[in-house]
């Protein structure tokens, strides 16, 4: 694992499986406050995350995915007491298919004989309304819609930090690339609105290699698009990998989108939209709340739409 402070309130660690990208936030201020934002994936790389955090004054309250896939959730492994919040989207995937990211997890663990301290509880969780604002200390942080590479998902951008974190895009490792609930049609649509946030950024932190600088990202981007619309892929990270994935997605290519299930037709294990009120100017707010059985107590961090 490697570890890279972006900004005195931004950490990212780079896990050595897949390259994934974990971020660690800090909302400065008189109360700052902290959230985490998807997951490395070996245990020994949770728990340095964990000494990380308590080391560097990242107070971490709330854990966000950048979208639903089963390895950008696991933050609980090292924060138990933290709440997840997410798009509603992802929050309406992992419900709709429950269990789905323990059972991935175990699959992963058994093939590599991965031994955990603890199986992995996702405890309730906090959707957020998408795009929306998150408070953290005394900054706001954008939340910005995310899907593409699946039907859910969210980017988040720090100004403060000038950082934007955005999930399964943009990868200087793998090829694009979207599941049943994502679209080639989607994913281009994405590569659209990253393309008016990146110019923005000091720093882009991608879902897999790490956080990539701002000329990078776009000379990239370039690529991904070039890729989408031609079909010729663009030599990238491991070539046997990449080949495989060209090829699904070809076969993939034209296929449209299969819907996520609106959140309120699912039946949701604890009370629907937990966390959620309206503000007294009339904008909905959410608050991602540590769960019950650890006090209730609010994490103060909101998202304001
Ligand atoms: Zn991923």
């Known amino acids: 694992m490697r570890a890279l402070s972006l900004h ?9 499986v897949w390259q994934t990208s974990a971020t660690l936030v800090r909302g400065p201020g008189e109360f700052p406050e902290s959230v985490l934002v998807d997951s490395p994936l070996l245990p020994v790389e949770l728990d340095a995350l964990r000494g990380l955090a308590d080391s560097g004054g990242f107070d971490v309250r709330g854990l966000l995915a950048t979208h639903a896939d089963w ?21 309406a995937r992992l419900t709709a298919r429950l269990g789905e990211p323990q059972r991935r997890l175990r699959e992963f663990d058994a093939e590599w004989y991965v031994q955990r301290p603890s199986p992995l509880a996702l405890g309730e969780l906090q959707p957020l309304p998408v795009p929306g604002r998150l408070e953290l200390g005394e900054q706001q942080a954008d939340v910005l819609d995310g899907a593409g590479h699946t039907g859910d998902g ?3 951008w720090l100004p403060w930090a000038q950082t ?7 990868s200087p490792v ?6 049943e609930t994502g679209s080639r049609t989607a994913y281009r649509e994405a590569l659209e609105r990253l393309a008016l946030l990146v110019p923005a950024a000091r720093w882009v932190v991608v879902g897999h290699g790490g956080p990539v600088g701002r000329d990078d990202a ?3 981007l370039d690529e991904d698009r070039d890729y989408l619309e031609s079909g010729s892929p663009p030599s990238r990270g491991a070539r046997s990998t990449n080949r495989t994935q060209h090829a699904t997605n070809l076969a993939a290519w034209d296929r ?22 309206e503000g007294s100017d009339g904008a909905e707010t959410a ?5 019950p059985q650890n006090g209730g107590l609010s994490a103060d961090v909101r998202a304001v739409t």
């Open 8 to 16: 005195p309130d931004v950490v990212v660690v780079t896990s050595s």
């Open 71 to 91: 390895d950008h959730v696991l933050g609980r492994l090292a924060f138990p007491e933290a709440a997840v919040g997410l798009d509603e989207r992802s929050a």
């Open 154 to 156: 969210l980017l988040l």
């Open 164 to 170: 934007l974190i955005v999930g399964d895009y943009l």
């Open 174 to 179: 793998e090829l694009p690339s979207w599941d």
């Open 218 to 220: 776009l000379r990239i």
């Open 256 to 277: 449209p989108a299969v819907p996520i299930p609106e959140l309120e037709d699912l039946p949701l294990p604890g009370p629907p939209m937990a966390g959620r009120s």
């Open 287 to 291: 608050e991602i709340m540590n769960p």
